[in-house]
């Protein structure tokens, strides 16, 4: 069963950092592209960043220079690093993973919230 679980979501100060995790549970992790996508309440979901297959990065303009993407390919994981963190960042933060046009899976999701 393919399953990706989140974790690492919390109550951050502004200017606090976090680190999401989302750990997978198949053996072909490797060939999936993966992402981040947040949603706030009453908005569209919406990409936050994504890493491919092969390494390559991509992040909204939102969130470039203060988040980063990594995968682990030995671990089965994708990870956010995310830095300055700022009220707006508040969202549900979703972890995905995508094969080819048909093939794509979520993760159930984990609040991060930004206040004071």
């Known amino acids: 069963q393919v399953q990706l679980v989140e974790s690492g979501g919390g109550l951050v100060q502004p200017g606090g950092s976090l680190r999401l995790s989302c750990a997978a549970s198949?053996?072909?992790?490797?060939?999936?592209?993966m992402g981040w996508y947040r949603q706030a309440p009453g908005k569209q979901r919406e990409l936050v960043a994504t890493?491919?297959?092969?390494?390559?990065?991509n992040y909204a303009d939102s969130v470039r220079g203060r988040f980063t993407i990594s995968r682990d390919n030995t671990k089965n994981t994708v990870d956010l690093q995310m830095n300055s963190l700022k009220p707006e960042d508040t969202a549900v933060y979703y972890c995905?993973?995508?094969?080819?046009?048909?093939?794509?899976?979520w993760g159930q999701g984990t609040q991060v919230t930004v206040s004071s």
């Open positions: 995905n993973a995508k094969y080819g046009v048909w093939t794509e899976y």
């Open positions: 198949w053996l072909s992790f490797g060939i999936y592209d």
């Open positions: 890493i491919t297959s092969g390494g390559s990065t």
